[in-house]
């Protein structure tokens, strides 16, 4: 599944059968090269996290959790979110100072959250190569 | 292959981490002529509040010199240097370039760059007698490993003249053939 498909996605709570909020932002952490979490919006409280931990399943329709509770505030440095910072589209270099962007999308496992992929012009990078994803580009290893 | 970039490409290029945030822009290439090896480069202030930076980065600091970023350990300190030391030890922009027989062949314009590691392997001149069709145009002028001499003007063997090359991109290879020939002859 690619990030990108999960933008919008409806966030269901199972306890009340209700929507918790809709996903804005899929926030990736480039160290563990996993899904940190989702950024909601249109959420009835004032939290609008929701940890990938926290998630009971990401199916193809919604993502759903086990109770209202399990939404909190988002921790700092939990990561880069694709949309907001520009991830998606953005600059791509590789660690020898070469442009081979921008990244189209990201490639994760919808059970573990792990980056299987990143979509890029020329193709598919395996997720070892990624190094970092900063504020200015996302960082990989040179393929050549 | 070898990558090679002039000196003058360096300059505007972003200083990133390899965490992908951007710390600050190149300014100048700082280089040692008699070496023949870039020392660094000094910086300005990234986005609106440009400016030259105190800090300068060293050579042993970069990981990579590529031609979309001068790429640097996530963790790089910055140090500030003192006055006079970040200035190398000079400028060959506009020296003359002559053979050690005597004969000039013109006036740098750029240095090229082995990005690899970081040494000076070539001058961009421009020559001083071309015919006219080809006026302006700049040449690439082969170095032998060992480095010129440089003082009131840049000495290279005469050998050099036969490999100069007239791009960029062939220059990687006539370098290679230059300094096979001289470690042959020697």
């Known amino acids: ?144 | 292959m070898k990558a090679l970039l002039r000196g003058t490409d360096l300059v505007g290029l972003p200083v990133v981490t390899l965490a992908g945030d951007d710390i600050a822009d190149v300014r100048d290439v700082l280089f040692d002529a008699d070496a023949g090896q870039v020392l660094g480069f000094t910086l300005n202030k990234r986005g609106r509040l440009k400016g030259r930076m105190k800090e300068t980065l060293d050579r042993q600091q970069i990981h990579a010199v590529g031609p979309a970023a001068i790429m640097v350990p996530p963790d790089v300190e910055l140090v500030e240097q003192a006055r006079g030391d970040r200035d190398g030890s000079g400028n060959v922009l506009a020296d003359s370039v002559m053979t050690d027989t005597g004969v000039r062949v013109g006036t740098v314009t750029d240095v090229v760059i082995d990005t690899a590691d970081g040494r000076v392997v070539g001058y961009e001149v421009l020559p001083s007698d071309e015919p006219d069709q080809r006026k302006g145009r700049r040449s690439y002028l082969p170095l032998p490993e060992t480095g010129a001499v440089s003082g009131e003007a840049l000495i290279v063997p005469a050998s050099a003249i036969d490999y100069i090359s007239t791009d960029l991109a062939g220059f990687g290879e006539a370098i290679t053939r230059y300094r096979d020939m001289l470690g042959k002859s020697a």
């Open chain 1, 1 to 144: 599944m690619n990030v990108s498909e999960l933008v919008g996605r409806p966030v269901l709570d199972l306890s009340t059968a209700t929507t918790a909020g809709r996903i804005d932002d899929i926030v990736v952490d480039a160290a563990s090269r996993c899904v940190a979490g989702f950024r909601l919006a249109k959420t009835s409280g004032p939290s609008t996290w929701l940890a990938w931990d926290n998630v009971a399943a990401v199916g193809a329709d919604a993502v759903t959790i086990e109770r209202p509770d399990l939404l909190t505030e988002e921790p700092n440095g939990s990561g880069r979110g694709v949309r907001s910072d520009k991830v998606l589209g953005g600059r791509l270099l590789t660690d020898e100072g070469r442009d081979v962007g921008p990244l189209a999308d990201i490639e994760i496992d919808a059970e573990s959250g792990a980056v299987r992929s990143l979509i890029v012009p020329t193709g598919r990078m395996a997720p070892e190569a990624l190094l970092g994803i900063g504020s200015y580009a996302t960082i990989v290893h040179d393929p050549r």
